[in-house]
């Protein structure tokens, strides 16, 4: 028996970068989460999914991830994509850098 569909994000790494960004309702990439189209119906996810898939001259590997609904848009409800929405690992570039020059 089929799985009943749950709440979606399209994700993926843009091209240049590699950067972790998610796609929104206007076409565009965005590297905050919270702007991600929040997609509660299978049809209309797997049609965009298709469209994002389509840019290729931006991005790379875009694929559907649970999301749920939070206080200021989507919100991971995986570790691995919570992981993603952090940038890099490593201090030395990205989305990391700029959370320190904040907190400083």
Known sequence: MARDFTPKVITSNLLISGDAVWFSVNDTWSGDIA???????????????????????????????DAKMGDTGP??????????????????????????????
């Open 75 to 104: 919100e991971t409800t995986h570790f691995r994509e919570d992981f993603r929405t952090r940038g890099p690992s490593n201090y030395a570039h990205g989305k990391q850098v700029e959370k320190v020059k904040n907190h400083v």
């Open 35 to 65: 702007d991600a189209e929040f997609l509660t119906d299978e049809a209309h996810a797997a049609l965009r999914l298709l469209e994002a898939n389509a840019q290729t001259n931006v991005m790379v590997g875009a694929y559907l991830a």
